[in-house]
């Protein structure tokens, strides 16, 4: 076997040797001398970095242990007012006196007109400016990228499908507009023969 596995001749007097002794083998053998050399200094891994040893039996930490840490504890309960007391107390009282809850209707009602002064409706033509200068600047991207050829029939397609909804609600606005403005007409009109 020590033939097969190419060991210089020192390598081979001191493994026989080893033997001879009654020692158990070593796990290198210097190929030239039989001093070992100086270890070299450690090399500083961080504790991530360094491989794990893994025991033969399963790690597990006894329940005195796992008990005596924080796991278990649970937190105080600390109660807290979800709603002002006074006003529920107001509220009660005013339903009680009335047989209706007054204070309640009124606060509903101002929040839903406030509700529909603040939203304005969304003008789905300028929706539509705004989606086909999106693609505009995705196709532009993806020029840029050398990806132009693949999504240039796709967007300019989806552009032309915006723009001939915009096509569709202008004439429709200028509809209404000339409906709009004959009525004005016809109607100052019909008020005008006294004059």
């Known amino acids: 076997m020590m033939e097969e596995s190419k060991l210089t001749p020192f390598q081979r007097r001191y493994l026989m040797d080893s033997v001879k002794r009654g020692d158990t083998l070593p796990l290198q053998c210097h190929p030239t001398s039989s001093k070992e050399p100086a270890p070299a200094a450690p090399a500083f891994f961080p504790p991530v970095c360094q491989p794990r040893r893994l025991s033969a039996k399963p790690h597990l930490r006894p329940a005195e242990v796992c008990q005596?840490?924080?796991?278990?504890?649970?937190?105080?309960?600390?109660?807290?007012?979800?709603?002002?007391?006074?006003?529920?107390?107001?509220?009660?009282?005013?339903?009680?006196?009335?047989?209706?809850?007054?204070?309640?209707?009124?606060?509903?009602?101002?929040?839903?007109?406030?509700?529909?002064?603040?939203?304005?409706?969304?003008?789905?033509?300028?929706?539509?400016?705004?989606?086909?200068?999106?693609?505009?600047?995705?196709?532009?991207?993806?020029?840029a990228l050398g990806q132009g050829k693949k999504y240039q029939r796709i967007v300019l397609t989806e552009i032309s499908q915006k723009m001939r909804e915009m096509e569709i609600i202008d004439k429709k606005r200028s509809e209404e507009m000339k409906e709009i403005m004959t009525k004005d007409f016809s109607g100052g009109n019909k008020s005008d023969p006294h004059d």
Do not use: C, S, W
């Open 68 to 143: 005596a840490g924080d796991a278990y504890t649970r937190e105080k309960f600390k109660p807290r007012a979800r709603r002002d007391l006074e006003k529920e107390k107001q509220r009660l009282q005013n339903i009680l006196a009335t047989g209706k809850d007054v204070v309640e209707h009124k606060v509903k009602q101002t929040l839903g007109q406030t509700k529909e002064e603040e939203i304005p409706e969304p003008d789905r033509f300028e929706e539509l400016v705004n989606e086909i200068q999106e693609r505009r600047e995705f196709l532009a991207e993806m020029e």
